[in-house]
């Protein structure tokens, strides 16, 4: 059974950092991709960044320049490292995984087959 449980979330003002880690378990073999996405409050679920097994990332526009995510393999943890940060980065952030043999580097919700249970970000002015 995969689990990822997020962690790293908190309140910090404008212009602050913080890094989120998500840990997983339950896969036999590293999966292909994995991604990170966020809920702000009455809004829909948005990919944030993804990373595949051989480094490749994707961003979405909005936090291009800003976030990295990053991965370790041996600590089977994904990262996501946010710097500048602003009142719009606020929200719910997940961490998502894909199903066996899935492959990609997708930002899209239904290309992921396991989520965590989500960390809060929130970013005050």
């Known amino acids: 059974q995969v689990q990822l449980v997020e962690s790293g979330g908190g309140s910090v003002q404008a212009g602050g950092s913080l890094r989120l880690s998500c840990a997983r378990s339950?896969?036999?073999?590293?999966?292909?991709?994995m991604g990170w996405f966020r809920q702000a409050s009455g809004k829909e679920r948005e990919g944030v960044a993804a990373i595949d097994n051989s480094g490749n990332t994707r961003y979405s526009d909005s936090v291009r320049g800003r976030f990295t995510i990053s991965q370790d393999f041996a600590k089977k943890t994904l990262y996501l490292q946010m710097n500048s940060l602003k009142p719009e980065d606020t929200g719910l952030y997940y961490c998502?995984?894909?199903?066996?043999?899935?492959?990609?580097?997708?930002?899209?919700?239904?290309?992921?087959?396991?989520w965590g249970q989500g960390t809060q970000v929130t970013v005050s002015s």
């Open positions: 998502a995984a894909p199903g066996s043999g899935w492959w990609g580097l997708p930002l899209i919700q239904g290309q992921y087959a396991y």
């Open positions: 339950g896969y036999t073999s590293n999966p292909y991709y």
